[in-house]
């Protein structure tokens, strides 16, 4: 075989061989193979020594040439493969951005949170402060300084979970009042409302929780009656249940209130002809009230001779049970999202 056939060959093997090259460091082992110390290239020029000076320079230009050629497929096959290397980065990340989204779920307010916020905004609107206390309260403050003392009878209708003698969760709200008043040292009028969870030792059923929430309110002023008291209910029941509902009180009997009522609202469902919410007599009940007793008064600092007040206290959670038809208390409490996702 001339040179000439020689190198035509090993060009064209170069050629097949390195196309089929997948790596830089395939092509590192072409390059080797071919241009090396030891390749094929180096035994064709090893001949240059056995040639005359005439056959010199064609055979030069020949093997120049090839050489030439081999680093240009080596070149081009470089290109090959980098482009390929892109080609399948970009294909590793891609992102389909068709593919309909991954849903979360959103959170919302309880309803009772719904309910208290509505209300807390009413009261505000009406020139109210919201006041909040501990869970944790003293005897002294959730009975004794409400006119409760220790043998008081009516202590029985609130049973309660004592902590140590003197400590329990607060049956009520109202012990917030207590601390309200002996905080202002019996000198200004007081206007408060106070929101929070309180603890029965009563027996769970569809309309007993040992854990449930109030809403209290307290008015302290040198001018304040029943009257007031009158319309401040009529207008958070309108609030609550629409402008057409109407109040009525009936009396009744807290220790810390003297008088006292209970407070009657005009059926919502029916109008007050009589329906399954309101038994047949057109008036629910929604929450007891009075004016403040001067006991209750006086052991808090102020003066019954110059002070008055009223005091209301309502559930939040029978609120609600009446304004969604809810006839299960426990549901607030069980965390059901069927039942927690309705109020959205
Ligand atoms: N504290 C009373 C209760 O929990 C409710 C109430 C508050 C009644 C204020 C009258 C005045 O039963």
């Known amino acids: 075989m001339s040179v000439k056939e020689q190198l035509q060959a090993m060009k064209e093997q170069a050629k097949e061989q390195i196309k089929l090259a997948r790596s830089i460091h395939e092509l590192n082992d072409m390059k080797a193979k ?85 209300m807390e905004e009413f009261f505000i609107g009406m020139g109210y402060t919201i006041k909040e206390g501990p869970e944790i309260e003293i005897d002294e403050y959730n009975f004794e300084k409400l006119n409760l003392p220790k043998d008081h009878p009516a202590r029985d209708m609130q049973d309660s979970f004592y902590i140590t003698d003197n400590t329990l969760l607060r049956t009520h709200t109202s012990p917030v009042q207590v601390r309200t008043m002996l905080e202002d040292e019996g000198k200004n009028p007081i206007k408060i ?63 810390f209130t003297e008088p006292s009522v209970e407070v009657d609202v005009s059926c919502h469902n029916c109008g007050g002809k009589g329906c399954h919410i309101c038994k047949q ?47 299960d208390i426990r549901a607030f409490y069980t965390n059901d999202l069927r039942f927690i996702g309705q109020f959205k």
């Open 193 to 255: 409302i106070c929101p929070g969870k309180v603890y029965r030792r009563d027996d769970d059923d569809a309309t007993h929780s040992h854990q449930f929430m109030q809403l209290e309110g307290l008015v302290v002023d040198e001018k304040t009656t029943m009257a007031d008291l009158k319309g401040t209910l009529h207008a958070a029941a309108k609030h609550l249940f629409g402008e057409s509902r109407e109040i009525r009180l009936r009396p009744s009997y807290f220790p």
């Open 281 to 327: 007599t057109g008036w629910i009940e929604i929450l007891g009230a009075g004016m403040v007793h001067n006991n209750v008064l006086r052991d808090s600092g102020y003066d019954p001779s110059k002070y008055q007040g009223f005091a209301f206290g309502m559930g939040i959670e029978r609120i609600a049970m009446l304004k969604y038809g809810i006839n």
């Open 34 to 118: 071919y241009l090396g110390k030891k390749g094929s290239f180096a035994s064709i020029m090893s001949k240059m020594k056995d040639l005359s000076p005439e056959e010199r320079p064609t055979f030069g230009k020949l093997t120049n040439e090839a050489k030439q050629v081999i680093l240009e497929y080596i070149e081009s096959q470089k290109e090959v493969i980098e482009l390929a290397k892109i080609e399948a980065k970009l294909q590793e990340e891609k992102i389909d951005v068709t593919l309909s989204g991954r849903h979360f779920p959103h959170g919302h307010l309880h309803l009772l949170t719904q309910i208290k916020r509505d």
